[in-house]
């Protein structure tokens, strides 16, 4: 009877361990009937795609997958000829600027050829001006002299003025950099022609007379006149960020950053903003948080590196060491060329020693830094900068330092970036909606040619990623992907911008992907199709690797998956 028993309950031992077993390889869903980009080290292509509990478990021939992954409750589904890649990864978005700039703001950015002048520009305010709440200022954002009729036609405080001189106005440049204000924007603000520059860079531009122009430049004079702004309501903003999430979703985006959180509403407010609505079930994205460096002296909310989840992560702190390139504000080694015979250098917004004080704390607390740098003379003093923090640290490399633009480079700063392990994050569009005017108009081509040097960072074995730099430029990876391979300039008659630093579709394909999930400590779990990641997945109405280069931007985005569910956008 004793053996009888112990028999019995061997037995069904091995029955539960093979029923757990046949649990273990029961897919919830199995993709397959179109190409399956996976990039992976080999950007391979497989046929079949298996997802169980939101993570990949499988990938590889049709016939296997199926044969081993699937059960009666799997779903199955056909792609029909369409392409499934991993979901595409931005790495630098703002996203609550966009929010508010694109959503609650007049939006006035304009991608297309034909440009903007002054007089469209004050008439469009005054269409939004009669339908203005009473107590509102009239916010707009997207213009930018270097895509206006005449070129660097500038709004100021006396054009402005036209459109009211009792409603507060701010317009802020397309690359957030510059805003233009009234007269009665200055008033409100408590500014005026003696009033002194506050610090951090930061310039309120004055004529040779001395008066207040209107034009305000950096980010600690923009602020000091839109803090004296009516603030939206928790309810507005809410709907505006779900908005903003849903259109960046539906570029096939399911893992985006703040690059700058705490800017445009203070470090506490968007940190609970951010805690609140990035865990609603319908939220369509997975965020990775910087902290705005200059806010981190009143302290971090109590927030450690890597503090969160997989769907919000406070992973880095970001500082603004210049201004724009097209705005003619960022910091190069020599002079712009226009106005023609300038010397205009641009600014730093710090000193050295003065970056270097308020990274280091940062640096030692574990954080990843990001700093935005358009000029050379930037870039290096962010180099110098890192590489002084960088000196005890056993492997820099994984430390995985940013910088954010590297527009205008030097081949020897390729080098170093390279040496150091640091990760240079590309504005591509800049090839594309400015690449003309810096050509042309701005750096001349020897530094326009060098812009975004993506060939360049190959050749040294380093990575790149690719961003919008939102509202900067348009969100759109499919964009990303035409603009570092083709580097075509949008304006007639067209061109392409360095040719020497395109890169192959399947480059700038890891530049959204791999690239873009490894410069946010993201890439263990996400940016390729590979078993054991999570299963965020966007499926393409065409495959960006057999189509060309100019058409991939056409390429429509038909879902995205995070965790294995399709989102709703």
Do not use: C
């Not at 603030?231 to 903003?244: F, G, H, R």
């Not at 830094?369 to 003093?381: C, L, M, P, W």
Request: glycine content about 8%; aromatic content about 8%.
């Amino acid at each position: 009877m004793k053996r009888f028993i112990q028999t019995t309950l061997i037995s069904a031992g091995l029955m539960a361990t093979a029923f757990s077993v046949a649990a273990a390889q029961v897919a919830d869903t199995i993709f397959f009937g179109g190409p399956i980009v996976t990039v992976n080290q080999k950007n391979e292509e497989v046929q079949a795609l298996a997802v169980q509990n939101g993570k990949i478990v499988a990938v590889g021939k049709k016939d296997v997958v199926l044969k081993e992954w699937r059960a009666n409750t799997t779903q199955l589904i056909d792609l029909k000829g369409q392409t499934l890649m991993p979901g595409f990864v931005e790495p630098h978005i703002h996203i609550v600027m966009t929010a508010m700039t694109e959503v609650l703001w007049l939006n006035l950015s304009n991608f297309t050829p034909q440009y903007d002048t002054l007089d469209t520009l004050s008439q469009k305010l005054k269409e939004r001006l009669n339908t203005l709440p009473k107590g509102q200022w009239l916010g707009a954002f997207g213009v930018d002299p270097s895509r206006t009729q005449p070129f660097m036609a500038e709004l100021t405080a006396d054009i402005l003025d036209k459109v009211s001189t009792e409603v507060p106005i701010a317009v802020m440049n397309q690359s957030g950099h510059i805003l233009y204000v009234n007269h009665k924007a200055l008033e409100v603000a408590g500014i005026n022609d003696k009033t002194p520059n506050p610090g951090d860079g930061g310039i309120y531009m004055r004529d040779a007379q001395g008066r207040l122009t209107g034009v305000v430049v950096e980010p600690s004079a923009i602020l000091s006149i839109l803090k004296h702004a009516p603030a939206p309501t928790e309810a507005e903003l809410a709907v505006a960020m779900q908005k903003t999430a849903k259109m960046i979703a539906s570029k096939g985006v399911t893992t985006s950053a703040e690059i700058t959180l705490g800017l445009m509403l203070g470090l506490d407010n968007e940190i609970k903003l951010f805690n609140n609505i990035v865990h609603n079930q319908d939220f369509p994205l997975r965020v990775r948080a910087y902290l705005y460096g200059p806010l981190l002296a009143k302290g971090t909310n109590g927030l450690k590196p890597n503090d969160g989840d997989d769907k919000l992560r406070y992973v880095g702190v970001k500082f603004v060491s210049d201004g724009s390139t097209q705005g003619i504000t960022a910091a190069l080694s020599e002079p712009y060329i226009y106005p023609k015979g300038t010397q205009f250098l641009g600014h730093l917004d710090y000193a050295d020693d003065q970056i270097y004080k308020m990274t280091k704390p940062v640096f030692d607390q574990g954080w990843q830094i990001a700093t935005h740098a358009n000029g050379d003379r930037t870039i290096e003093q962010t180099l110098n900068t890192y590489a002084k923090l960088l000196a005890n640290s056993p492997d820099p490399k994984a430390r995985r330092l940013r910088i954010e633009h590297f527009t205008i480079n030097t081949p020897e700063q390729v080098k170093k970036a390279a040496q150091l392990g640091v990760i240079p994050g590309f504005t591509i569009g800049h090839v594309d909606y400015w690449g003309e005017a810096f050509h042309n108009h701005i750096v001349g081509p020897e530094r326009a040619n060098r812009i975004d040097p993506s060939a360049s960072f190959k050749k040294e074995g380093a990575r790149f990623a690719y961003h919008s730099d939102s509202p900067v430029s348009n969100v759109g990876p499919l964009n990303y992907i035409s603009e570092g391979a083709g580097r075509l300039w949008q304006k007639a008659p067209r061109k392409v911008l360095g040719p020497d630093e395109r890169v192959s579709v399947d480059d700038a394909i890891r530049a959204v992907t791999i690239n873009a999930a490894y410069e946010m400590f993201s890439d263990d779990k996400l940016g390729s199709l590979e078993v054991g990641k999570q299963a965020d997945l966007v499926v393409l109405s065409d495959n960006p690797r057999k189509t060309p280069i100019e058409k991939i931007r056409s390429i429509g985005v038909k879902e995205t998956w995070i965790d294995g569910k399709r989102q709703a956008w």
